[in-house]
C-alpha cells in the first residue's frame, strides 16, 4: 500500500468541475494517483473481483454510532480503499440518517475510484436517483436546505479544503460562524489568493508606450470619483478579478466575478473601523459566485452583496457601499475622458493578458462551470442585467432593453430614474431624474435630450446647459442566474 505526501505539487491537483486556465489547477492524468494523490492519503487497493452499485450497501453489525465515529467515518469515505469503503457506507446507511448526505456529496466530487460506492448510499439515504453527476447533487442539496450537516461537518469542511492548501484553514474552521450553508461553499480550482488581486496597481496616461498595448474595442471597467479618472482592462481584471485601489481619494475595491460576469466597484473605508479593507480572492464559491476575504479579520464575503458571510464579521451589520461602474470600450472611454489614467500592462504578475485569454470558452458558453439554481427562466442564465442598488430598493434590467431604446424612463422605489444603455458594449448608466422628461440620445451621444435642451452625460451626472444635474446611482452588470439568485424575488423588467 503506498502513502503520498500531502504537499501535493500544483501540476498534480485534480479538479472536477473546477476552472481550467495557465495559473490554475491541472487535471492529472496519472490513474496511479488519482484521489490518493490528490488528498494525500493511502492509495486505494484494486479489486479481485468487481462490485456493483446494488452491492455495495452491505448489512452492517450495528447501526449505533455516536458523533465522533461519525466524522471518522466522513473522513474515511475518501482515506480507505473501496473494500474498506464500502463497509463505511454500509453503516452510515443503516444508520439512516441524512445528516451525512452533505459529506457524501462532498466526497463525490473527489473520489475518482469507484465513485458509485458513494453514489448508491446517496441514492439509498435520499431517494433520489441522480447516478454519480456532484453537479446534479449539488443542485439538489441547495434545493433541500432542510437536510442539515452532522455536528462537526465544519472540521470535516477544514480538514478537506485543507488537503488542497492549508491556508483554507483561515476561512473554514471549527465552530466558524456563517450566514450561508457551508455545505454548498465549494472549491473553485484555485488555492487561496491563486488568483491575485491588483493593490494599488501602476497606472499610465494613454500616451504612455505602455498603454499601447490597448485595442479600441476592448473592454474596460471604468470608474470617476472627485475628478480622478481611471480605467481598468477587462483583459486583465479576468486574470485578477480584484483590485484594491483609491480613486479620488477613496478607498475602493472592484470586485469582479467571472462566472457571474459581475464587477461591483464597493467602498472599503468603514465608519468606526481604522483602515479601510482589502480583498482577496479565497479560493472558494458559493452557487458559482467567488466569496472573497478581507485581509484584516480572513472573513469571506460574498461578491454580490458585499456582506461577510463567514468568520468573525458575521451579524457585523458591515455591507459595503456600491460605488458607480461602466463596463465600455476603451475607443469610447477615451473620447469621453482623454484626462483618464489606464492600468499599466506591467501589473508585476506574469500573465498572458491577450484579450478573453482566460474565459474566452466560458463567456462564449451558454453553460456555467458551476452548478446553482436557476429558478427564473425569464432569460437565459448568462444573459446580462443591469443591477441597480439603492439601499432597500433594488431593481434590474435586461440589457436586451437597450438594443432599440438606449434611452429608458422608470422608476425605483419612488424615484423617478432615466437609464442610458448600450448592450454590445455592455454599458448602462443610471441617474435621477426627477420630473425631467428624457426621450432620446444626442448625435453625438454624449448627451441626452429633454425638453428644455441637451443634458451632457458625465460619470458623475447629467448636466444641463444651465449647470442642473441630475445625480448617477450606482450600478453594476451580471449574468441573469446570479441575480435571480441572489436577489430572488427583487423586480426586474425583462421586457
Known sequence: MASYSTEIPQENVIVRGGRSRDRLVIVNTSKSALIAAFLGVVALLPLSQPLTAQSAIAPPASAQ??????????????????????????????????????????????????????????????????????????????????????????????????????????????????TIRLEEITWGGVRKDGIPALVNPPLVTPSDRDAGYLEDDELIFGVEINGDVRAYPLRMLDWHEMFNDVIGGVPVAL??????????????????????????????????????????????????????????????????????VAITSWQKWLARHPDTKVLSIETGFSRDYTPGKPYASYFNSPDLMFPTQINDTRLAPKDYVFALRLGTDEKAWSLNLFADQPVLSDTIGDRKIVLIGDPETRTVRAYESGDISFSKLAKNATAVISPDGEWDITEAAL?????????????????????????????????
Open 65 to 178: 454510532m455516536d458523533n465522533v465515529e461519525v466524522q471518522k467515518l466522513a473522513r474515511d469515505i475518501l482515506r480507505v480503499g473501496t473494500l474498506e469503503r464500502n463497509s463505511v457506507m454500509a453503516r452510515l446507511v443503516e444508520r439512516g440518517d441524512t445528516d451525512i448526505v452533505p459529506a457524501l456529496i462532498q466526497s463525490l466530487r473527489f473520489l475518482r475510484q469507484d465513485p458509485w460506492t458513494v453514489t448508491a448510499a446517496l441514492e439509498s439515504l435520499t431517494g433520489e436517483k441522480l447516478g454519480g453527476d456532484w453537479n446534479k447533487w449539488m443542485l439538489w442539496q441547495e434545493a433541500h436546505p432542510e437536510i442539515t450537516p452532522f455536528e462537526g461537518f465544519d472540521a470535516y469542511k477544514e480538514w478537506v479544503f485543507t488537503k488542497i492548501d492549508p491556508n483554507f484553514s483561515l476561512f473554514i474552521n471549527p465552530g466558524v460562524a456563517h
Open 255 to 324: 470586485a469582479y466575478c467571472t462566472l457571474c460576469g459581475s464587477g461591483i466597484l464597493f467602498e472599503t473605508d468603514i465608519e468606526g473601523r481604522d483602515a479601510a479593507f482589502e480583498f482577496g480572492s479565497s479560493g472558494f464559491l458559493y452557487r458559482s459566485n467567488k466569496l472573497m476575504y478581507d485581509r484584516e479579520t480572513n472573513s469571506l464575503w460574498n461578491q454580490f452583496t458585499g456582506q461577510p458571510v463567514v468568520g468573525e464579521l458575521v451579524d457585523s451589520g458591515i455591507e459595503l457601499r456600491v460605488r458607480p
Open 463 to 495: 448636466i444641463a446647459p444651465d449647470n442642473r444635474q441630475l445625480a448617477r446611482l450606482p450600478g453594476h452588470v451580471a449574468y441573469w442566474f446570479a441575480w435571480q439568485n441572489f436577489r430572488a424575488g427583487v423586480e426586474t423588467r425583462v421586457n
